[in-house]
């Protein structure tokens, strides 16, 4: 069971879009649609962001979104804001009851 | 609203045995859900270690299979987490969970940081 794969960092200006991509195998991501994200501030617990690949809890807002390809899911954040700069894990369900984590990425607002 | 609160030593020593418990509010445990623990290294990221369920049932990340138990105590409402031969690789803040499904982290404790270290 290896972490899954998602880029160290990505960036974008206010307004603008940012997809975080997250890469798995065909026995996590690509098995199934159990693709979670979550945010995280400095020095605060995650939060659920993004269920079930595309799903959003409420009180998320729009903005973000889910999706996945083969073994490759994806975060998009429309419209950037000054607090979506965090860092956004993604976790894959990857059978029998486990779960696996990506490795995590910083998203920063120019 | 669910709420979860952990507890346990901040410091523990090499070799020793770590011992966390979560208290949960707003729900009883028996009642459903899956229970979990994550944790996350200075500086790192986030690491799935372990989930329960009401029923009995518990499933353990490969990697610490062999040192980690969790359990439920429905009447206490409150599950807990034993990691054992700490070492220094073992420093983490530690987190409870919700595992809504047995796929997703819903609701998360505030975390608690366990130092290991002579």
């Known amino acids: 069971q290896s972490d899954l794969t998602q880029p160290r960092s990505v960036s974008g200006s206010p307004g603008q879009s940012v997809t975080i991509s997250c890469t798995g195998t065909?026995?996590?991501?690509?098995?199934?649609?159990?693709v979670s994200w979550y945010q995280q501030h400095p020095g605060k617990a995650p939060k659920l962001m993004i269920y079930?690949?595309?799903q959003r809890p409420s009180g998320v807002p729009d903005r973000f979104s889910g999706s996945k390809s083969d073994t490759t899911a994806s975060l998009t954040i429309s419209g950037l804001q000054a607090e979506d700069e965090a860092d956004y894990y993604c976790c894959s369900y990857a059978g029998s009851y486990t779960l696996v984590f990506g490795t995590g990425t910083k998203v920063t607002v120019l | 609203q669910v709420q979860l609160q952990e507890s346990g030593p901040g410091l523990v020593k090499p070799s020793e045995t770590l011992s966390l418990t979560c208290a949960v509010s707003g729900y009883s445990i028996g009642s459903g859900y899956y229970w979990g623990w994550i944790r996350q290294p200075p500086e790192k990221g986030l690491e799935w270690i372990a989930t329960t369920v009401h029923t009995g049932g518990a499933y353990y990340n490969p990697s610490l299979k062999s040192r980690v138990t969790i359990s439920m105590d429905t009447s206490r409402n409150q599950f807990s987490l034993r990691l054992t031969s700490m070492t220094a690789a073992d420093t983490a803040i530690y987190y409870c969970v919700t595992v809504d499904g047995a796929r997703s982290f819903d609701y998360w404790g505030q975390g608690i940081l366990v130092t290991v270290s002579s």
């Open positions: 065909i026995g996590d991501v690509g098995l199934f649609n159990y």
């Open positions: 079930d690949v595309s």
